[in-house]
């Protein structure tokens, strides 16, 4: 049984237990003493449904609207029904490491939650539908190509099994908005979209970290406290220091796994500001983020941090850190005030990451376990082969798993099932030097392969099961952007349904799961975005 999101019903813990303004005033501003503000969505012209994630739908017992009607208007902003409390919530956060001070949804507001059949409770959040208290000097709206690359991530990034939000709908507004998408003097006209994403909740970092700063700790408890109750209800009654230390370690907990996958995909979030950290460890925000292509742990996408690297694949997990850390500073009121007291929460993150991280490697490589100090080793090795050959992260995984078989066997066929890995995952020119380091690191690595016990097709059975065949390469996404503008959305579907089975072979689609070709190098949305979205 499914309902019509026009008819849901929908509550509102969010706006009924926190301290929010209700003045309905959109004009940019600070919102001191407040966790929200209520809103209203400013209505769009011509909304029409782009895409719909089926699975998400079934989930919430929603149905898949028809294109256009009552379900869609909900999905743009233009229609609020009488359960709805729409608010945009107020947060604060460090952008590329420095306090930026109130940020909020500024073009992000939540209409409320809905109850799946199963129980659970989901926020249904709208970006891009028009001005709120948060927009500062921007407009409230969101592109085409930047919301269906919000949409089919989140969604690939669930199949793949890495926490996330989710996004139900892709709906185009019929308006067109002007962006400078390289912030370089160049604003174009480009047509509108909105999409309707959902989690448990939207907190983020930030939230705590406003309430801090400006000292707002009836606020920062209440926060706190309405997060623990229906987030994190198995801590217990918060209110006690120890709750709440509790709590922070398991949030510690949380993103350790959360970037562990992260590294382990070779997702580059782009902009791991303090306020575009989830509080539930949930991947968060995609704005300019890219796949791994070519291993280097200095890339990144997002030409807005070409100055610092901050955000490159490579420092994901320490900046992870970085952002735990001020969150812990700005949760120090509530654990007595002593700037110590969380540090050991800290130390749970590192030894999450790296023992999540190093058990998804191991198994990625299909061994049962690390036995010694070598095979140790053999795992530290392996960043510096895949970038000395610069293999492209995804295709290595998935092209070992086949190959392990052979591996196994040893004699003649191993010579050829490397040369065929390198000519199909490298991005170096045949011959190059990196490719030496990497069939060294593959001879050490057949070997203990074959002290593994088991048949090796249990193996690569294990192995293609963690391996994914495919991801959202950056040029993919670009692909359905360039056919969504011209009205074809063949390229979205298409990938929408393939991302959803990311382990399975469908052979039919092999040219998805192939190495990023030439042209896409250093081309625009391809190789390099902004913030601009
Ligand atoms: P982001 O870089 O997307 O994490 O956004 C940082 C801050 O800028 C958040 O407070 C956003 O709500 C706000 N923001 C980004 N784009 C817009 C926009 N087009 N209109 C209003 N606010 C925006
Ligand atoms: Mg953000």
Redesign the pocket.
């Known amino acids: 049984m499914t309902t019509s999101i026009d008819q849901a019903t929908f509550h509102n813990s969010f706006v009924e237990e926190l301290p929010g303004e209700a003045s309905f005033d959109n004009r940019p501003r600070q919102v001191p003493g407040y966790t929200y503000s209520r809103v209203r969505p400013t209505p769009v012209s011509a909304p029409h449904l782009l895409a719909w994630s089926d699975d998400l739908g079934r989930q919430l017992g929603l149905a898949r609207p028809p294109e256009r009607g009552p379900a869609v208007g909900v999905l743009a902003g233009n229609l609020v029904t009488d359960s709805m409390k729409p608010f945009a919530a107020r947060?604060g956060?460090h952008?590329f490491g420095n306090w930026a001070g109130q940020?909020?949804?500024?073009?992000?507001m939540s209409l409320g939650e809905i109850t799946a059949p199963d129980g659970s409770s989901w926020e249904i959040q709208l970006k891009?539908a028009g001005?709120?208290p948060?927009?500062?000097r921007?407009?409230?709206?969101?592109v085409l190509r930047s919301s269906l690359r919000e949409f089919l991530c989140s969604e690939a990034m669930h199949y793949l099994g890495v926490p996330t939000t989710r996004a139900l709908s892709l709906v185009a507004t019929g308006d067109l908005v002007v962006r400078d998408m390289f912030y370089n003097g160049n604003p174009q006209q480009e047509p509108g979209a909105i999409v309707a994403r959902v989690a448990p909740t939207f907190i983020r970092f930030g939230n705590f970290q406003i309430m801090a700063a400006l000292n707002e700790l009836d606020n920062l408890r209440a926060l706190a406290d309405y997060v623990i109750r229906r987030h994190y209800p198995e801590l217990g009654e918060p209110g006690s220091a120890e709750v709440y230390r509790r709590w922070f370690e398991e949030i510690c907990r949380r993103t350790a796994v959360m970037v562990a996958h992260w590294q382990t995909v070779g997702f580059v979030h782009g902009?791991m500001?303090t306020?575009?950290m989830s509080i539930l460890g949930l991947t968060i925000?995609y704005?300019p983020y890219g796949w791994l292509e070519p291993y280097e742990p200095g890339w990144t996408p997002n030409t807005t941090d070409f100055s610092s690297y901050r955000y490159a694949y490579g420092q994901q997990p320490r900046i992870a850190l970085w952002n735990l850390m001020a969150l812990a500073q700005a949760l120090t009121p509530l654990v007595g005030d002593d700037p110590q007291a969380l540090r050991p929460s800290l130390d749970v993150y590192a030894d999450t990451f790296n023992a999540t991280y190093t058990q998804r490697l191991t198994q990625k490589l299909g061994l049962t376990a690390l036995r010694s100090e070598a095979d140790q080793a053999l795992l530290e090795a392996l960043p510096a082969a895949l970038e000395a050959a610069e293999m492209d992260l995804t295709l290595f995984f998935r092209r070992l798993s086949h190959a392990a078989p052979v591996l196994v066997a040893g004699g003649s066929g191993e010579e050829a099932i490397v040369d065929d890995l390198l000519e199909a995952a490298s991005y170096a020119a045949p011959g190059a030097e990196g490719h030496e380091t990497m069939r060294q690191w593959l001879g050490q690595y057949a070997g203990r392969l074959r002290q593994e016990a088991g048949p090796a097709s249990a193996i690569r059975d294990a192995m293609l099961q963690v391996n994914p065949k495919y991801v959202l390469r950056n040029y993919l996404a670009q692909q359905a952007i360039d056919a969504a503008e011209q009205e074809d959305l063949s390229v979205l579907n298409r990938l929408m349904e393939v991302l959803k089975k990311p382990y399975a072979e469908q052979p039919e689609h092999d040219d998805l799961a192939a190495k990023r070709p030439e042209w896409a190098r250093q081309k625009p949305g391809c190789a390099t975005l902004s913030?601009s979205?």
């Open positions: 947060y956060g952008q940020l909020g949804d500024g073009r992000a891009g001005p709120t948060y927009s500062r921007a407009d409230g709206r969101a902009v500001n306020d575009n925000d704005g913030c979205s």
